[in-house]
């Protein structure tokens, strides 16, 4: 998933950014829209797609089949703005040897395979206190050292927006029911709440597509539309305007490009 891939990526950034003395804060941003673009190919690249997915029924090779022109298109679109920014080779440096804390490796093993299972069985609320004694033992630093702020940022993007949906809907709110502007209104929706939450809020529209598309596309842009971008803000530690000089007007291309792309194809 693309959160789960800001983890991975932006610490190799960052440590390669100290190594070669660099600054590479445009790696960074390209990193964070490859992350949000790369995973709306898939059902399961993100949590929006699982939600669409599951809500709507749709068939695992037809969301893909919808969604491919879109991914392609920004992908193209990502390579073009990194060819323009990126200019020359890296220097080369030597490697230090890194070493391994093998009991906290197959810890975290453990626990990712213990918590997985956990929830599967419907005992999720066992996770966390596993997680917390196993690591106090194993690697207390760790604990220590954690983002808390970043998880707390998870739990307010991922609370239950199903009612305030009921709610929007009681009033009388109703998505757009054509094609382009439920995208736009998804894609910007997603600019102000986050496209998690924007996916949920825009539920009772008749055609997942668009919302798809809308909500993927609103991953990029301002920092906010996507968790994957808080995620490599927060580790890179870079300033927001430095995020938003390069994912803005990247975000502005796609949402034209893709608007014309929904009005062409059938």
């Given at each position: 998933?693309?959160?789960?891939?800001?983890?991975?990526?932006?610490?190799?950034?960052?440590?390669?950014?100290?190594?070669?003395?660099?600054?590479?804060?445009?790696?960074?941003?390209?990193?964070?829209?490859?992350?949000?673009?790369?995973?709306?190919?898939?059902?399961?690249?993100?949590?929006?797609?699982?939600?669409?997915w599951r809500?709507?029924?749709?068939?695992?090779?037809?969301?893909?089949?919808?969604?491919?022109?879109?991914?392609?298109?920004?992908?193209i679109?990502?390579?073009?703005?990194?060819?323009?920014?990126?200019?020359?080779?890296?220097?080369?440096?030597?490697?230090?040897?890194?070493?391994?804390?093998?009991?906290?490796?197959?810890?975290?093993?453990?626990?990712?395979i213990?918590?997985?299972?956990?929830?599967r069985?419907?005992?999720?609320?066992?996770?966390?206190p596993?997680t917390?004694?196993?690591?106090s033992?194993?690697?207390?630093?760790?604990?220590?050292?954690?983002?808390?702020?970043?998880?707390?940022?998870?739990?307010?993007?991922?609370?239950?927006?199903?009612?305030?949906?009921?709610?929007?809907?009681?009033?009388?709110?109703?998505?757009p029911?054509?094609?382009?502007?439920?995208?736009?209104?998804?894609?910007?929706?997603?600019?102000?709440?986050?496209n998690?939450?924007?996916?949920?809020?825009?539920?009772?529209?008749?055609?997942?597509?668009?919302?798809?598309?809308?909500?993927?596309?609103?991953?990029?842009?301002?920092?906010?539309?996507?968790?994957?971008?808080?995620?490599?803000?927060?580790i890179a530690?870079?300033?927001?305007?430095?995020?938003?000089?390069?994912?803005?007007?990247?975000?502005?291309?796609?949402?034209?490009?893709?608007?014309?792309?929904?009005?062409?194809?059938?």
């Amino acid at each position: 998933m693309n959160d789960t891939a800001m983890l991975i990526f932006i610490p190799f950034i960052v440590a390669l950014s100290r190594l070669i003395e660099k600054d590479m804060t445009a790696l960074v941003v390209f990193s964070a829209i490859a992350a949000n673009v790369g995973s709306a190919l898939t059902p399961i690249g993100n949590p929006q797609n699982i939600i669409i997915w599951r809500h709507y029924g749709v068939p695992f090779p037809d969301f893909v089949a919808y969604i491919l022109p879109f991914v392609l298109l920004w992908l193209i679109l990502l390579r073009l703005f990194a060819f323009v920014t990126f200019r020359g080779s890296l220097p080369e440096r030597k490697l230090h040897q890194v070493k391994v804390r093998e009991g906290l490796l197959w810890s975290s093993l453990f626990l990712l395979i213990a918590n997985i299972v956990l929830a599967r069985e419907g005992k999720a609320l066992w996770t966390l206190p596993l997680t917390v004694v196993i690591l106090s033992l194993v690697g207390g630093d760790v604990l220590l050292s954690f983002d808390w702020a970043l998880v707390l940022t998870f739990a307010l993007i991922f609370v239950d927006f199903g009612e305030l949906s009921r709610i929007m809907a009681s009033l009388g709110f109703h998505p757009p029911s054509s094609r382009i502007g439920l995208f736009i209104s998804s894609a910007l929706l997603s600019q102000a709440v986050s496209n998690v939450p924007a996916t949920v809020l825009l539920l009772s529209a008749e055609n997942w597509g668009p919302l798809a598309v809308g909500v993927n596309a609103g991953g990029t842009g301002f920092m906010v539309g996507s968790l994957a971008n808080l995620i490599a803000i927060r580790i890179a530690r870079m300033s927001i305007e430095d995020f938003h000089r390069y994912s803005v007007p990247y975000f502005l291309l796609i949402l034209l490009l893709s608007a014309l792309l929904l009005w062409i194809l059938p």
